[in-house]
């Protein structure tokens, strides 16, 4: 028996989501609940990864049984595939696992055919209306199926529309629509060598055939990279008879929100065109209405359609994406799919759902994407900044943004890499200009409405996006758009100038603008209060200002878990004081420099201290190698021959210069000496600590004393000392008592007690390896994963990134860039070594990481399985951790 690639919609079920696709298994779901949906079949993922096994050739049966379902779908209806008299016309869509909208390929009207139009005249006795179907399918088809020219096609219908002096396509008379389907007939042969297909099973074919073709195009794959959606699982085609919206004034098409997908409020929100077919309402080639005005103009349908709307929303129990179309005033249901959201509503959302008891909190935590917090920490315009407002469209992506005008994708990804803000604007976007959405900080258009494709991309990328702007006049020749002005003339923008969007307004304004930062909900903070209460791993910030830790704490931050103390070096008053040290001639000169830096460090340290009172401060004694405080050695090289050659022609200033060219020479040889072939493998770390521990007890004294002074003045704190770069036990006992030492230095000169922790980063594999050692002599471990990463793969991360991270990322060498994403079969299996080991010989150590991979969800997910006390991260990243950390303990529970 032949396997079973093909279901009819009452034939599936919701859980078939992984055969059926997300589309076709929500079509069979909202058939079997007994909404109106018009009656089809679905040919599953299977089938997809089938075709492509197979040599990108059909497996045996499929379209037999293609061909046996479509029968069904005839005797439901009355009518017949192909027939001259009674034609069946269906529609042919992908339907993935995970939504991918616009980034696959869809056709409309199969079946018609020179003669089928005419039987498709006859039945609806509206010619103009079966000529229209026709001229949209040779269109479609023949770009989707044959390659022919999309603007090729554009150029024909604007001639035809410009010839009738009408503005919409759905204005041309049937004389024009018959005459241009012969002209696209022609245009066809001439551009792809074939004729346009008559037979509709051919037709039908070719339509599978090109939607699991679009599995793999350009769009798709840029797409599944960026959400990470596997690329093996193939897609559904959906085969559905055609419902009519474009056959009069009581017909329509609409897709609608069952909540606002921008701010989440629960209101219906969407847009529909009347005499209409579903692909102008996202192609944005009119600027559709807002779907409460349909109450008003057929309030039967509209009541129904709102219905409907609960209906699917508590069966889903989540905010719905409803496709629709109205046909002689009879509404059918198209598609559901849960919807796209922006990071504000889908918090708002999720925590509703929760007070209306669709959901509960482990479900609502599930809800939001981790990622998509950084959202809701975007910058707005200031309200009180003096605007220049160019032009108005529709608030279709939340936030402000700012950059150059670019009217090419291709060019906004380039100039993007290149770290340039600019503002993608065009006509319209197309799936085909994700590359350079990407790199945008937003996007401006001037048609399209708030379900656009640029709309609806933008709101998952988080980008700023305002479209259906129509006072814009774009011109792609000379790379400008024109608005008309107050005083009634037009100004032009070109290429390269700078304007800002409000993707919360609509407004296009001239320039950059004054921003403010962002207000967290009332719905954040009660979303991450759940948070709190459902995840078991403890989330801290990387600080090295006051400052940044009152941030932190300001996002939940419960403790630092690391402070670079090499960062409060690098001030400008500061590093003469630290080039002074690092020059020192003999212990003696180290200690007077050493003592200029020792009430500075205190400062910094009392500051930070006093920020995160109440919470663990872990203190990182200094880590980079030394040359890095000093000025690069091919500038002092240039600067030494400029002034040897100032000598020759100087006079009274000869002294002068000769004695700073000595100073500068004696820099450079300084330089010279501490120049090292790989620093990130040399004297840094704990090797510096051991080689010059006047430097780890300077920073020791300073840690302890600003600890007595604050705990003289009332406040609680909790000091870690960290010893970076350990890879083996008899460096941090050397050190270790270096610290203890000066603590008890401390206590006896102040008369103060205190607690504090010593302990170390694990960074090189040996660490890991033998952490079981190292634990003897440690109290906590932080795990270093950005030198962990560098050692374990013995990649540089400067030049693995710059050279060739990007070719093993494309050619799947590796799934991720390992510095973004913790590699969990190397990496993460030396982290669960050291834990294991540490812990078997310390078993109440405390262990957290503290490099990147600390705000990282798959990453914050690893820490939680292997059993780590805590991430870190930068302040702006600490909500997300907080969220994932959470979905990470109701995933693994």
Not at 40 to 63: Q, R, V, W
Request: with cysteine; glycine share 8%; charged share 25%.
């Amino acid at each position: 028996m032949s396997k079973k690639w093909v279901y009819l919609f009452e034939e599936g079920k919701a859980e078939m989501k992984s055969l059926l696709g997300g589309k076709g298994a929500n079509l069979a779901e909202m058939t079997n609940i007994g909404l109106p949906v018009p009656p089809g079949l679905t040919i599953t993922t299977e089938a997809c990864n089938a075709y492509y096994d197979h040599g990108k050739d059909f497996p045996e049966s499929l379209m037999s049984q293609v061909k046996a379902a479509l029968e069904q779908v005839e005797a439901k209806l009355g009518k017949k595939f192909g027939d001259p008299q009674n034609p069946l016309l269906v529609s042919v869509r992908s339907g993935a696992v995970f939504s991918m909208p616009g980034m696959m390929d869809t056709i409309l009207n199969l079946g018609l055919n020179d003669e089928t139009v005419n039987g498709l005249t006859e039945a609806t006795q509206n010619r103009r209306f079966a000529l229209d179907c026709y001229r949209r399918f040779i269109q479609m088809y023949s770009d989707v199926v044959l390659g022919a020219s999309h603007a090729e096609f554009e150029h024909i219908l604007e001639s035809y529309r410009d010839k009738q002096g009408v503005r919409f396509d759905n204005e041309l008379s049937p004389e024009s629509l018959s005459a241009m389907i012969e002209d696209f007939k022609v245009m066809v042969k001439k551009t792809t060598g074939q004729l346009f297909p008559q037979d509709p099973m051919a037709q039908l074919e070719g339509a599978i055939r090109a939607v699991f073709s679009s599995w793999n195009n350009d769009r798709a794959i840029i797409y599944r990279q960026i959400h990470k959606i596997p690329d093996d699982l193939g897609t559904a085609v959906n085969v559905q008879s055609m419902v009519f919206g474009n056959m009069g004034n009581d017909c329509g098409t609409g897709v609608a929100f069952t909540r606002n997908p921008s701010t989440g409020e629960k209101t219906l929100y969407g847009e529909y065109l009347i005499n209409a077919q579903g692909e102008d309402v996202v192609a944005g080639i009119r600027t559709p209405l807002h779907i409460s005005l349909l109450q008003e103009e057929m309030p039967a349908v509209f009541d129904q359609f709102v219905n409907i709307c609960g209906i699917l929303e508590k069966h889903y129990r989540n905010m719905q994406d409803i496709e629709f179309t109205i046909q002689g005033g009879k509404l059918w249901m198209l598609q559901t799919r849960n919807g796209k959201r922006t990071a504000a509503a889908a918090v708002k959302i999720a925590v509703d759902m929760v007070e209306e008891n669709l959901i509960n909190k482990e479900e609502a935590i599930q809800r939001v994407e981790p990622e998509h917090l950084d959202q809701l920490l975007h910058r707005r315009i200031d309200p009180t900044a003096k605007l220049t407002v160019i032009a108005t469209g529709l608030p279709a992506s939340p936030g402000a943004a700012s950059g150059k005008i670019v009217f090419d994708a291709d060019e906004a990804e380039a100039l993007g890499k290149t770290g340039e803000k600019i503002i993608l604007v065009r006509t319209e976007t197309t799936p085909d200009d994700i590359h350079g959405i990407v790199q945008a900080q937003g996007i401006l258009t001037s048609r399209g409405g708030m379900t656009s494709h640029a709309a609806v991309v933008a709101r998952q990328m988080g980008k700023t996006c305002v479209c259906g702007c129509e006072t814009l006049r774009i011109d792609y020749a000379r790379q400008e758009f024109i608005v008309p002005t107050a005083a009634g003339d037009l100004k032009a923008y070109k290429k390269g100038d700078t304007i800002s969007i409000d993707g919360s307004t609509g407004r296009v304004i001239e320039g950059v603008v004054p921003m403010l930062e962002p207000e967290l909900t009332s719905e954040f903070q009660t979303l991450l209060s759940w948070a709190d209460e459902i995840r078991t791993i403890g989330v801290r910030a990387n600080a090295d200002k006051p400052q940044e830790a009152a941030q932190a704490r300001a996002f939940g931050a419960t403790g630092i878990g690391l402070c670079r103390t090499e960062h409060m070096f690098m001030a400008q008053e500061r590093l003469p004081i630290v080039q002074e040290m690092i020059l020192s001639q003999n212990l003696e000169e180290r200690q007077v420099a050493l003592a200029k830096l020792l009430p500075m460090q205190q400062e910094d340290f009392y500051g930070i201290l006093k920020a995160m009172s109440g919470f663990p401060v872990c203190i990182r004694l200094l880590d980079p190698p030394l040359h890095e405080f000093l000025p690069n050695e091919e500038d002092l090289v240039v600067e030494v021959t400029k002034m040897r050659c100032a000598l020759e022609y100087a006079d009274d200033q000869k002294e002068a210069i000769l004695s700073k060219l000595e100073e500068t020479e004696a820099l450079l040889k300084k330089v010279r000496t501490l120049h090292e072939f790989n620093p990130m493998l040399g004297h840094r770390g704990c090797r510096l600590g051991i080689t010059y521990p006047e430097i780890y007890g300077m920073q020791a004294r300073a840690i302890f004393q600003a600890v007595a002074q604050l705990v003289q003045e009332g406040y609680e704190v909790e000091p870690e000392v960290e010893i970076p770069l350990v890879v083996h036990i008899n460096e941090l006992a050397f050190l270790r008592q270096l610290v203890v030492d000066t603590a008890e230095a401390v206590m006896a000169e102040t008369g103060v007690k205190f607690e504090y922790t010593v302990g170390t980063m694990i960074e090189v594999p040996r660490a890991a390896l033998t952490a079981d050692q190292i634990a003897k002599e440690a109290q906590f471990f932080s795990f270093g994963t950005n030198d962990l990463t560098q050692t374990t793969f013995g990649f540089s991360r400067d030049d693995a990134e710059s050279k060739f991270l990007g070719y093993y990322r494309d050619r799947k060498i590796l799934p991720e860039n390992p510095f973004i994403v913790l590699d969990r079969e190397g990496v993460g299996q030396l982290m669960k070594i050291a834990v294991e080991k540490g812990r078997a010989t310390r078993p109440e150590l405390l262990v957290g990481i503290c490099g990147e991979h600390g705000g990282e969800p798959s990453s914050i997910e690893f820490c939680h399985l292997i059993g780590l006390d805590f991430v870190s991260c930068s302040p702006y990243r600490v909500p997300i951790a907080r969220l994932a950390a959470a979905q990470a303990a109701v995933k693994n529970s």
